[in-house]
């Protein structure tokens, strides 16, 4: 069983396509635009905008998930899967499993593009890829989340981009807000998109606090969303 939905997330190379090379474009065009610009530190402005990139990719990766979801549960796939002498849970924890391996490792990748291509250091590396793991997680169960209730990809897509869009302007990331308390505050804690640049950036700035309150919201809201997949799938092959 496992093997199959490795290979299945694998031999998605369309889709591999789009989450690395067209983030690959975007963070190169965009650091390129800023350089033209005349900011002088190109290796820290590179380093933003391709964790801006990194964590809103990461989000629209979630269509492995609820793709998968969709094709085993809410297709005719869904017979064959329920007579399988198997407890139909594994299949949606082995769509969410591989799902969130290769969303990680398209992260990883671009991080290490970030790095190689434009020389930027990442301050505290290790944690920062914890906190990217974490992204990853909270963006597939997202993912799920929404395929179990709406039953369409497609429409699970239009949702995921919404929220990816919603939240990345709420943050301010795409272009600074008026400063106020209430776009200081939104910059922060509008959202786990918010959450997981708010943590990426308390261990790249050396600021704990600004880290434990991330990280803290983003694993409360891993575990509620797991939780309502649970809660969801047992729905849907009832």
């Known amino acids: ?21 067209l983030p690959v474009a975007l963070i190169y065009l965009m650091v390129s635009v800023n350089t033209e610009a005349g900011n002088p530190d190109r290796e820290a402005a590179a380093l933003y905008i391709g964790i801006v990139y990194i964590i809103m ?32 849970y594994r299949f949606v924890l082995a769509n969410i499993v591989f799902s969130i391996v290769i969303g ?4 990883l990748v671009l991080l290490a593009y970030v790095m190689l291509v434009f020389n930027a250091s990442v301050p505290g ?18 993912g799920s989340v929404a395929v179990l209730l709406l039953k369409k990809a497609a429409k699970a897509q239009a949702l995921m981009t919404l929220y990816v869009i919603g939240g990345m302007l709420l943050a301010g990331v795409f272009f600074p807000l008026p400063e106020s308390d209430m ?33 803290s919201l983003l694993m409360s809201v891993a575990v509620l969303a797991l939780i309502t997949v649970v809660l969801l799938s047992k729905r849907v092959m009832a």
Do not use: C, N
């Open 125 to 142: 590396l290790g944690f920062v890829m914890l906190i990217l793991l974490l992204g990853v997680i909270v963006a597939q169960l997202f």
């Open 57 to 88: 990719f990461q989000a629209f990766g979630a269509a492995y998930a609820f793709e998968g979801l969709e094709h085993d549960f809410f297709k005719p796939f869904k017979a064959r899967l329920l007579a399988a002498p198997v407890k139909p």
């Open 1 to 21: 069983m496992m093997r199959f939905y490795l290979m299945r997330v694998l031999k998605d190379y369309l889709g591999h396509l789009i989450l690395i090379g």
């Open 104 to 107: 990680y490792a398209q992260s």
């Open 183 to 215: 776009t200081i505050f939104l910059s922060k804690y509008s959202s786990p998109v918010a959450w997981t640049h708010y943590a990426a950036y308390g261990v790249i700035e050396g600021i704990s606090s600004q880290v434990f309150v991330g990280v």
